[in-house]
């Protein structure tokens, strides 16, 4: 058992390494739900009464590219705010993957 310096000095580190680690891309549908969910909902709709009111757009029609979608992110667009300032480019990235990789639907075929 570690003694209770030792155990502070073990939880200082881990927090230390978790802080300057880099966002990984499962952890960009949990910043997706901290930092998006509120108006863009959980199926990226748009739809939640906060959305609604801020104009937020149906993410799973969107035709931006992932770099496109980090610079939205970033900047803001219309009433949303940016988030450089905010987030790291690695945190913007995954939030980016996760909402092209997991909630932007193809087009339907005609």
Partial sequence: ML????????LA?????????PAR????????GKKCLACHGLDGAGDKPLGRKSGAPDLRRSGLSQDEIE???????GKMMGYKDRLTAEQISA????????????????
Avoid: E, F, N, T
């Fill in 13 to 21: 580190a881990a927090a230390v390494l978790a802080a300057g680690a």
């Fill in 95 to 110: 939030i980016a993957g996760y909402v092209k990789g997991s909630l932007v639907r193809p087009p339907a075929p005609k």
């Fill in 71 to 77: 610079a939205v992110i970033a900047q803001g667009r």
């Fill in 3 to 10: 003694c209770p310096a030792r155990w502070l000095l073990s």
């Fill in 25 to 32: 891309a499962d952890d960009g549908g949990q910043m997706y």
